[in-house]
């Protein structure tokens, strides 16, 4: 099915890359752009953008043409629309991790919704957005995650950022994971100046920080926030502690389940439910993107006081139109799926995947962080290496998510692959070879050494 040609770089190619410069430098360096002109500002930006993506080293802004399956027609940033500008090959850089996106029940729940109700939900949520599909969404999430209460949002992002700056005040404070996505940490900036970043999932840490913090106010409200599975590490935290540790320094706890929730644990009940937290952590929220084939998130709480804050404290809940008819009809769909029988095997197949996957990178070398799930992070290290290797694999037609600054720190670049239910095992074993060959050769030209990552020790789940 595929050329099984092992793809290398050139070495005067590799050359020709050092020399222009588009291996060198990173985003970082332009983060805080100065001068009077805010546009003008950031040409040099766009100038060094440009520079990559005239040598193929650019990784983002990619496009699919058709379903993101694991197999996809991938088209780089500014190439022409026909076909003839897309690469057809493995695909694992999309996030459709029991595969529902093509899924025929869910396609025609979407198909259905479209008919009956339109493609517009026509307003905010507090205002007339709501529609029967997301009323029954919101009872469908709180029976699976034990939690009443549950808040639509048209957006992960605006979960994680809506519920922050509604609950948290100035006066208070957050504890959160140094490692907790994007969306998270900027809520808390966004809230308040006395945000404490823990050790990345050190218990022992957060101990010291809420036993520091109410030792000086005992008043105020304190906010900890993990992920119940963490997207570029793909591990997880003792939620039971957690929980124990937020019970004994008053303070609440956020569990993010994006990642997790429906592609892992007893009927898709994430890492909450394999930990048997189901209706005792304080908070949860997700995303829909990952597992259940639209945009969208939530946060469920077992206070309808915390739901009424939401509604109308929440930015992105009640200045934002709500989830569509169609977004809601699509979740509900492959919510059912994954509390089935169905979704049990479509589960285990997934785990299957990752571990197969896991293995087949093994042998070439490769490192991969944290535990069997959906996200297969390759630990690279140095980001000249992983946008090569990026660039061999995108001409090798093996696509993969080349990421650096700022998803991750600088100096912890990675390719970050995620497997589907529906991967078979032939192009799994086609990827993790193309994997090992471009990051090993791509090493070998930049005469890199392999990095084998941050050691955490081993954590088993559940």
């Given at each position: 099915m595929h050329e099984e040609t092992l793809h290398f770089e050139r070495a005067d190619d590799v050359a020709q890359l050092v020399a222009c410069g588009a291996l060198r430098g990173n985003v970082a360096q332009f983060a805080q752009p100065r001068g009077p002109d805010l546009v003008k500002r950031t040409e040099p930006l766009d100038a060094w953008c440009a520079l990559r993506a005239a040598h193929g080293v650019w990784q983002y802004a990619r496009a699919v043409d058709g379903a993101p399956g694991p197999e996809a027609r991938v088209r780089e940033e500014g190439?022409?629309?026909?076909?003839?500008?897309?690469?057809?090959?493995?695909?694992f850089a999309s996030q459709d991790y029991l595969s529902l996106a093509s899924h025929p029940a869910v396609r025609e729940a979407a198909r259905l919704a479209l008919l009956e109700a339109g493609p517009h939900s026509a307003g905010s949520a507090v205002l007339q957005g709501n529609s029967s599909a997301s009323l029954a969404l919101e009872a469908a999430l709180g029976a699976l995650v034990r939690c009443e209460h549950v808040t639509l949002f048209p957006t992960g992002w605006g979960a994680a950022f809506g519920l922050i700056t509604a609950l948290v005040t100035p006066r208070d404070y957050v504890v959160v994971d140094q490692l907790a996505h994007a969306s998270l940490r900027q809520g808390a900036s966004a809230a308040t100046r006395n945000v404490a970043l823990h050790r990345h999932l050190d218990t022992g840490h957060v101990r010291e920080l809420l036993a520091a913090i109410r030792s000086r106010d005992p008043d105020n409200g304190i906010l900890v926030v993990t992920e119940g599975l963490f997207s570029m590490d793909s591990d997880v935290p003792d939620l039971p502690l957690m929980q124990h540790l937020c019970r004994e320094y008053g303070a609440t706890l956020l569990v993010d389940v994006a990642h997790d929730l429906g592609a892992l644990g007893p009927g898709g009940s994430g890492s909450i439910g394999e930990q048997g937290m189901l209706g005792k952590v304080d908070i949860v929220m997700g995303a829909f993107s990952k597992t259940f084939a639209s945009n969208g998130g939530f946060v469920a709480c077992a206070s309808r006081a915390v739901k009424r804050q939401l509604q109308l404290f929440a930015g992105p809940h009640l200045f934002s139109n709500a989830l569509s008819p169609v977004q809601a009809a699509t979740v509900l769909e492959a919510l059912r799926i994954v509390g089935s029988g169905e979704g049990e095997a479509l589960r285990a197949g997934l785990l299957r995947n990752a571990v197969a996957l896991r293995a087949a990178?093994?042998?070439?070398?490769?490192?991969?962080?944290?535990?069997?799930?959906?996200?297969?992070?390759?630990?690279?290290?140095?980001?000249?290496?992983?946008?090569?290797?990026?660039?061999?694999?995108?001409?090798?037609?093996?696509?993969?998510?080349?990421?650096?600054?700022?998803?991750?720190?600088?100096?912890?670049?990675?390719?970050?692959?995620?497997?589907?239910?529906?991967?078979r095992v032939e192009q799994l074993r086609h990827g993790a070879r193309q994997v090992g060959a471009a990051v090993n050769g791509a090493g070998a030209a930049l005469g890199v050494e392999p990095a084998h990552g941050p050691w955490r020790g081993e954590r088993s789940r559940g």
């Open positions: 190439t022409a629309s026909d076909a003839a500008g897309a690469m057809a090959g493995v695909n990178l093994a042998e070439t070398g490769m490192r991969c962080l944290g535990l069997p799930s959906a996200i297969v992070p390759v630990w690279i290290g140095s980001e000249q290496v992983a946008r090569l290797a990026g660039r061999t694999l995108a001409r090798a037609n093996v696509h993969v998510n080349a990421v650096e600054f700022p998803g991750v720190p600088l100096g912890a670049a990675r390719l970050r692959l995620q497997v589907m239910a529906e991967h």
